[in-house]
Antibody
Framework: QLQLQESGPGLVKPSETLSLTCTVSGDSISSGDHYWGWIRQPPGKGLEWIGSVYYNGNTYNNPSLKSRVTISVDTSKNQFSLEMSSVTAADTAVYYC??????????????WGQGTLVTVSS | EIVMTQSPVTLSVSPGERAALSCRASQSVGTSLAWYQQKHGQAPRLLIYGASTRATGIPARFSGSGSGTEFTLTISSLQSEDFAVYYCQQYNNWPPLTFGGGTKVEIK
């Protein structure tokens, strides 16, 4: 059964870098059958796509987050990671990782990890 | 960027009644639209993709319709477990992938 699990610090100081990892079990990132994405949800608000990565390291990011986001993949560990620099309180959110189809016009997310709350505060 | 607008923000429905949720795109997305259900404290779950295809294990009371810029998620007879927040997402033209703001379905 495919499962995704986010991990990382729950508290990050303003101006520092947020780092999260998603561990995939039940599927192989290196199969090349899917993209692997990050989505976030501020408390009480809606969903925002952050970016997605392919097994070869190709990435697509949300332009709204400009150059603050780096998404990478480690196929040897079957993991992919998110780094977000220069965080502010506005980056406080539940961060989800999810699988995304690589088939054109099939870019929905299924399944999702359980999510991890990251709070930006000094 | 394609902006997705959902209405209403909150929908009050009695158990057993029908609910119709709307999602509008700022430009045509064809049928490249998905619907998700999110219960309190849980991750979103895929319900519908391709505007009208139910995901694996999703009950038949959930149905999706529409194309272009206007879409509807219909729940034919609301069960207690269906009270949740529902989001639409377009994937026709990205980046960025974009979600609607959500519709909360609450007990009337």
């Amino acid at each position: 059964q495919l499962q995704l699990q986010e991990s990382g610090p729950g508290l990050v100081k303003p101006s520092e870098t947020l780092s999260l990892t998603c561990t995939v079990s039940g599927d192989s990132i290196s199969s090349g059958d899917h993209y692997w994405g990050w989505i976030r949800q501020p408390p009480g608000k809606g969903l925002e796509w952050i970016g997605s990565v392919y097994y070869n390291g190709n990435t697509y990011n949300n332009p709204s987050l400009k150059s603050r986001v780096t998404i990478s993949v480690d196929t040897s560990k079957n993991q992919f990671s998110l780094e977000m620099s220069s965080v502010t309180a506005a980056d406080t959110a539940v961060y989800y990782c999810a699988r995304q189809s690589v088939i054109p016009r099939a870019d929905w997310f299924d399944p999702w990890g359980q999510g991890t709350l990251v709070t930006v505060s000094s | 960027e394609i902006v997705m607008t959902q209405s209403p923000v909150t929908l009050s429905v009695s158990p057993g009644e029908r609910a119709a949720l709307s999602c509008r795109a700022s430009q045509s997305v064809g049928t490249s639209l998905a619907w998700y259900q999110q219960k309190h404290g849980q991750a979103p779950r895929l319900l519908i993709y391709g505007a009208s295809t139910r995901a694996t294990g999703i009950p038949a009371r959930f149905s999706g319709s529409g194309s272009g810029t206007e879409f509807t998620l219909t729940i034919s007879s609301l069960q207690s477990e269906d009270f949740a927040v529902y989001y639409c997402q377009q994937y026709n033209n990205w980046p960025p992938l974009t979600f609607g703001g959500g519709t909360k379905v609450e007990i009337k």
